[in-house]
């Protein structure tokens, strides 16, 4: 079984950058994927970003493409999105999870964190 902690989420301005953690530990990384996503209240899941185990594949949503990074430290096992020009529609609980491919899609993913707040002021 896989483990993964989410940290990093907080009260930021418009226009600010955040940098999310997501440490992984428990099953190898092999082929598997990590993606970050995010849920506002009273709205459904959806997905970020992901990347490959590699590090070398990347996938992000239309919404984010431009302002947010996703990367992979591996000396520390753990998978960063970096935030920058932060909008309040970014506002909401942030998670992470593993998965088999490389999709923004919450249902292909079997393994997820508890999720980290992150609310944009204006």
């Known amino acids: 079984q896989s483990r993964l902690v989410e940290s990093g989420g907080r009260l930021v301005q418009v226009g600010g950058s955040l940098r999310l953690s997501c440490a992984v530990s428990?099953?190898?990384?092999?082929?598997?994927?990590i993606g970050w996503f995010r849920q506002a209240p009273g709205k459904e899941r959806e997905g970020v970003s992901s990347?490959?185990?590699?590090?070398?594949?990347?996938k992000y949503a239309d919404s984010v493409k431009g302002r947010f990074t996703i990367s992979r430290d591996n000396a520390k096992t753990t998978v960063y999105l970096q935030m920058n020009s932060l909008k309040p529609e970014d506002t909401g609980v942030y998670y992470c999870?593993?998965?088999?491919?490389?999709?923004?899609?919450?249902?292909?993913?079997?393994?997820w964190g508890q999720g980290t707040q992150v609310t944009v002021s204006s």
């Open positions: 999870a593993r998965g088999p491919v490389l999709t923004t899609t919450p249902g292909d993913y079997y393994s």
């Open positions: 428990g099953l190898p990384w092999n082929d598997d994927v």
């Open positions: 990347i490959s185990a590699s590090g070398r594949a990347t």
